[in-house]
């Protein structure tokens, strides 16, 4: 293990820059993972990471020298930090002060959507872009198609929220989503709380690719005419729309359940 | 409409209390709705607010000029505020600087449980507990009974992502769940991801209630002992568990498709 002492070490300077900054983790290609969940799960899907970097409080960690030992055993690097500069690189409160640096995995996008599919227009809460990467990831779908006016899926709190799916899916950023609903060999349904057909009312056993849209306006106009359907999600009572990250939930359940899961 | 000019004013001072504070709120029994949506919710399905609070700037938008008169011609309490002192109040950013404040719904708690319900015990997240609350009201689930390790229901967060799903609620909270479930009247579906029942074999056509736990350690273990059912949602894929708001959405959906909604 190394050791950096210095605020004014390069390493430590592209540290504090990833953790402070979307635009510097896009740049860079590069992302930070903070906690130990995250790292345990890209130690069992993904393997090595780039560097491990470990406050020395932590060090007293089991959890923590577990994984930094595995680091080692994969000849990552690993990087001991003090535990005041540690402070500054982390977003998580009372956290355990252990971070990997990763390089953003970058999937190749495919040419047409084949298997069951996400596609994101313009969701901005990072919550919800976490939320729903995690309910695919446990529903079985293997790919995230986001527009460019998406939250950023490699931010702090998506990966937070997303407790590691990311690691088992392809997500696909900056994706122009009308072209790709043009050349799409599934159907392609788009939510809406104003459509007629039934979510229940859709045979869900066959692919499909599943559009969601911005937590106030919804999938835009001209996605939402390139759609093979617009459905809706039945509701009984008073409150008219759910949170887009429920929605999300329910239908990929839905889709699931008729699979016979 | 009065006026308020001086940050001493004593009324002014409660708002900036409210807006601060959950104590506060706990302590007044009154809370503060921030935000057009909210107040044309509560005007919709509450009537008049105790007191309307508006910023100078706000008054040229045409929607809240049209709930500041929708208030007056109800005889509640409508104060302007310049911009400036406004902007302390509001925790919504570039928000339109209304707010509402209101005696918190204190509906009495009945006896037992008769018709479909959700208790949460320790869901700490307010973005969670606010999305729970919005995906019941849309489900048409009537009652929430809310443990007191709970996020408080009236905070401004769980109220801006319950989007007014509180109005269509009883909201019950620092609740013995223990003794409520006790002597429940319907069957207590407690939600585990450790549990070999499946929602989808589980008949949702008569009255439940959902128990949904803590989002890192789940039920409480003595709680989960006294459900009538531990039930699990079926997943696919190596995302082992959902987010506990997107958990909720799937049931409270699961219980209204079997409903034949």
Same sequence: chains 1, 2.
């Avoid at 640096?101 to 596609?119: D, F, G, I, N």
């Amino acid at each position: 293990m190394k050791s950096v002492t210095s605020r004014d070490n390069p390493f430590y300077k592209e540290l504090k820059s990833l953790a402070a900054s979307s635009q510097a983790r896009r740049k860079a290609g590069r992302t930070l993972l903070d906690g130990v969940h995250l790292c345990q799960s890209w130690l069992a899907l993904r393997g090595a990471p780039a560097h491990c970097v470990v406050s020395e409080g932590a060090l007293r960690n089991p959890e923590v020298a577990e994984i930094v030992a595995r680091c080692e055993s994969l000849h990552a690097h690993v990087t001991g930090l003090p535990d005041a500069l540690f402070g500054v690189l982390s977003q998580v409160e009372h956290g355990v002060n252990l971070l990997f640096l990763v390089e953003t995995p970058a999937p190749r996008q495919p040419q047409s959507m084949t298997v069951s599919s996400v596609l994101l227009d313009g969701v901005q809460d990072p919550g919800n872009v976490g939320s729903i990467l995690r309910s695919a990831g446990a529903a079985g779908i293997t790919q995230v198609f986001c527009s460019a006016g998406t939250a950023f899926c490699w931010s702090p709190k998506v990966l937070r929220a997303a407790m590691g799916a990311h690691f088992v899916l392809e997500i696909f950023e900056n994706v122009e989503l009308g072209a790709l609903i043009d050349r799409s060999g599934i159907a392609v349904l788009a939510m809406s709380g104003h459509a007629r057909r039934k979510l229940y009312e859709v045979d869900l056993r066959a692919p499909v690719a599943w559009l969601l849209g911005h937590e106030g306006q919804g999938v835009a106009d001209d996605l939402m005419g390139r759609a093979t359907h617009q459905v809706v999600i039945p509701h009984a009572g008073q409150v008219e729309s759910l949170n887009v990250a429920a929605a999300a939930a329910v239908c990929f359940f839905e889709q699931l359940r008729q699979r016979g899961a």
